[in-house]
């Protein structure tokens, strides 16, 4: 039976959306409908924010208040949209570059406020909005279009960062993957506070060209072939992760939310008066 | 009733105005000499139930104010020049995207970290240019600590009638003088919310403009769900290439205000009716143009002020009117020649205009103002 996700949540006059094909994006897309879908939320009380970049434009096609804003900025648009107005779901949907170079200030404080924001990051290792160049997230000596020689820059690892930075709910999914991001997503809009899903997501038009990692099917099976779970990867030697992505939940930690701490404020003085 | 007369800092008094004018949420970062805003407002906001938070950085303060406007929330930051510098993408965004929200200013020495304890009026045409694009402005000047708190409901007023940022330039001195002021009854001001649609939830075209230009504006998660984006758009808010709608939406955006100036521009002028110079400033500036001029006339000289209000838009009709009549503008500001070059535009050829400057991170004095007029005459 085919799908009613795309009829129930998506602006269908607005499609086709703009990604390449071949891109990891719109299975992305559809995993995070589909956990809004199983956790049963109303269209009308969920806000849909991002900043700018492939991943960003995803919003426009989804039938929710929905905010696209400037580069990198997502998530402070949406901290003032879940503070003002918490009982709003806020997702943010951003990308690599988004969210961890010009937007990496942002993340880290979101995820130490705790604030009850479910951030999902499409990683595809590159600025493909702009064809090709090599951000926080592109391996050591891979290439992008600002680093012809190979990138020299170490890589962030999104989720190590957002978990250090105080995130109480930190996965990891891929494209492949389809059925695990829709879990983690589940899993982070059930968490109270502030929850990261690091979805990645293959750029066959600029990533994949640039390193030639094979066409968009090639890294489809990459991906398959080469994500490890947590528990799979316990028995596996640091020489055979090497180059492996760790794919699952990694932290569910549950902690006092931000808006809800800040009215917690509110209701004392008021009580005090 | 008799009014309860208080001693009151320009940065408070622009806190009071804004609860008064209804802001319910606040997103900031400290600056000097803006700080004291932030901090009455994070004391005063929870007791109505308002929101107060202290971003990472000035650019989130703006984002979140974007963002709290959009849920309903009248909402505002402060800053100062650095932090103005940096909020400029975002103001722009509240342009085309038509968030109603208000920017306040407490301008200091610049550029770069310049004198952040000194007033200075270096950002006015920041205030007009700051962001890229062509977009509509209101920015408001008050000269005293009892209109900034008017100019501050006035600002949401504005902000709320034409959906848009208003920014309110304050500087150091204005920002920190203590006055003594007679808050206003609740009851006695009058306070402008933002239209809201009516219309059936799937008959709503968010950026639809009625007969005034102004689209009414959905709150955020009661069932008018649409679409914003920072990008060019057409009337349904969604992205568009063409340039046809690019042209129709850049050029409503400004029209908005051109169709509103004479409701937005505000001035005051004093002794013009005689005058043979008028002494035009803004600002705490105007404080000592004021005592220049009352100087003056003690010595028989007819002198006369301007005051714009409103700075951006520019009052120039009322400009212009006096300036055929008198033998010359002397136009006194805390930077080297900014709105000067606005009086120059509009005044040029029909009388003269001279300058007193200042950008030492002191105050321009009397003294200063009276040597000028006597210079010229």
Redesign the interface.
């Known amino acids: 039976m085919p799908s009613n996700l795309v009829e129930k949540y998506f602006r269908t006059e607005k499609l086709p959306q703009i990604w390449c094909p071949g891109c990891g994006h719109g299975v992305i897309t559809r995993s995070i409908v589909d956990a809004i879908d199983q956790a049963g939320l109303d269209k009308d009380k969920v806000c849909i924010v991002s900043g700018i970049g492939c991943s960003s434009r995803a919003p426009g096609y989804m039938d929710f208040n929905t905010l696209h804003t400037t580069h990198g900025r997502a998530l402070a648009f949406a901290t003032g949209i879940k503070l003002a107005k918490p009982e709003l779901k806020v997702i943010v949907i951003t990308g690599d570059g988004d969210a961890t170079a010009i937007g990496g200030n942002h993340f880290i404080h979101a995820c130490r406020r705790n604030i009850g924001i479910t951030t999902i990051v499409y990683n595809n290792n590159i600025y493909g909005m702009t064809g090709g160049q090599y951000s926080p997230t592109t391996p050591k000596h891979e290439k992008g279009t600002t680093a012809p020689f190979g990138n020299i820059d170490k890589a962030f690892d999104i989720c190590d960062l957002a978990s250090a930075a105080g995130a109480s709910y930190v996965g990891r999914s891929t494209a492949y993957h389809a059925n695990l991001t829709t879990t983690l997503v589940k899993n982070a809009l059930n968490n109270e506070g502030f929850s990261l899903v690091e979805a990645v997501s293959g750029c066959p038009t600029y990533y994949g060209r640039k390193n030639k990692k094979g066409n968009a099917v090639d890294m489809m099976n990459w991906y398959k072939d080469n994500a490890v779970t947590a528990a799979a990867a316990a028995k596996l030697s640091e020489e055979q992760m090497a180059g492996k992505i760790l794919i699952g939940e990694f932290k569910n930690k549950p902690e006092p939310e931000y808006t809800s701490e800040y009215q917690k404020i509110i209701d004392k003085l008021a009580k005090g008066r | 009733m008799k009014k309860e007369a208080r001693l009151m800092q320009g940065n408070e008094a622009c806190v009071e105005g804004a609860i008064a004018a209804g802001m319910?949420?606040y997103?900031g970062y400290p600056i000097t000499p803006s700080t004291e805003i932030a901090e009455i407002s994070a004391e005063k906001l929870?007791?109505v139930?308002g929101?107060f938070?202290q971003?990472?950085?000035e650019?989130?303060?703006m984002?979140?104010?974007?963002?709290?406007?959009?849920?309903?929330?009248k909402?505002m930051t402060a800053t100062s020049g650095p932090g103005f510098s940096l909020k400029q993408?975002?103001i722009g965004?509240a342009a085309i995207a038509e968030i109603p929200c208000v920017i306040v200013d407490v301008q200091r020495g610049g550029p770069s970290t310049g004198q952040p304890t000194c007033p200075s009026q270096g950002d006015v045409m920041q205030a007009k240019w700051g962001t890229h694009g062509d977009h509509p402005v209101i920015a408001l000047t008050p000269s005293s600590v009892k209109e900034t708190f008017d100019l501050t409901v006035r600002a949401f007023n504005l902000a709320e009638k034409y959906r848009m940022p208003v920014l309110l330039m304050m500087d150091e001195v204005i920002g920190h003088m203590r006055e003594k002021v007679e808050l206003p009854d609740p009851s006695e001001l009058e306070i402008i919310d933002r239209k809201r649609p009516d219309c059936d939830k799937d008959k709503y075209i968010a950026f639809k403009p009625d007969e005034d230009l102004v689209p009414p504006m959905a709150?955020?998660?009661?069932?008018y769900?649409?679409?914003?984006?920072?990008?060019v758009h057409d009337e349904t808010g969604?992205?568009s290439n063409s340039t046809k709608v690019a042209d129709q939406l850049i050029r409503r955006l400004v029209d908005k205000i051109e169709m509103h100036k004479h409701d937005i521009i505000q001035w005051e002028e004093e002794n013009t009716e005689d005058a043979e110079v008028i002494i035009f400033s803004y600002g705490c500036v105007s404080r000592a143009a004021r005592t220049a001029m009352k100087a003056l006339r003690d010595k028989g000289v007819k002198v006369g002020t301007f005051r714009p209000i409103t700075i951006w838009p520019f009052p120039e009709e009322r400009l212009l009117e006096l300036a055929k009549k008198v033998k010359t503008i002397i136009v006194a500001e805390m930077n080297l020649g900014q709105m000067v070059l606005e009086v120059e535009r509009i005044c040029n050829n029909v009388t003269k205009i001279d300058r007193v400057n200042k950008v030492s991170g002191d105050i321009i004095y009397p003294e200063e103002i009276v040597a000028k007029v006597e210079e010229v005459l």
């Open positions: 319910r949420f997103a929870p007791y139930g929101k938070i971003m990472e950085d650019i989130a303060g984002a979140a104010v974007i963002g709290g406007s959009l849920t309903g929330l909402s993408e975002n965004y709150d955020f998660g009661i069932g769900r649409y679409h914003v984006t920072g990008l969604f992205p």
